[in-house]
Nanobody, 122 residues
Framework: QVQLVESGGDLVQPGGSLRLSCVASGFIFSDYVMSWYRKHPGKERELVASITRTGGRPHYADSSKGRFTISRDNAKNTVSLVMNSLIPEDTAVYYC???????????????WGQGTPVTVSS
């Protein structure tokens, strides 16, 4: 059974930091690109950051660059998102995503966690 379990969401003051974690199970974690998305109320889900299967070449949305850091540990089947200098606009539900496996003649799977809420407010 595939599971992506997020944790770490909380209420934090502007300028604060949070670390989100996602623990994966039920699939070969190292075969999947891992990403964090977020959804603001009334808006479409948007990409926050993604990281390749080996952990190199992380990609960030413009809104995340310089403030957020994505990382993964393939030995522990985890992906993390460290968020610094948080602003109220970062308030959203954050979702872990696994996409893969990648390769010719392979139809990739697209797995999602249940989300963890982040609220940035004073």
């Amino acid at each position: 059974q595939v599971q992506l379990v997020e944790s770490g969401g909380d209420l934090v003051q502007p300028g604060g930091s949070l670390r989100l974690s996602c623990v994966a199970s039920g699939f070969i974690f190292s075969d999947y690109v891992m990403s964090w998305y977020r959804k603001h109320p009334g808006k479409e889900r948007e990409l926050v950051a993604s990281i390749t299967r080996t952990g190199g070449r992380p990609h960030y949305a413009d809104s995340s660059k310089g403030r957020f850091t994505i990382s993964r540990d393939n030995a522990k089947n985890t992906v993390s998102l460290v968020m610094n200098s948080l602003i109220p606009e970062d308030t959203a539900v954050y979702y872990c995503n696994a996409f893969g496996p990648l390769g010719p003649e392979v139809s990739p799977n697209d797995y999602w966690g249940q989300g963890t809420p982040v609220t940035v407010s004073s």
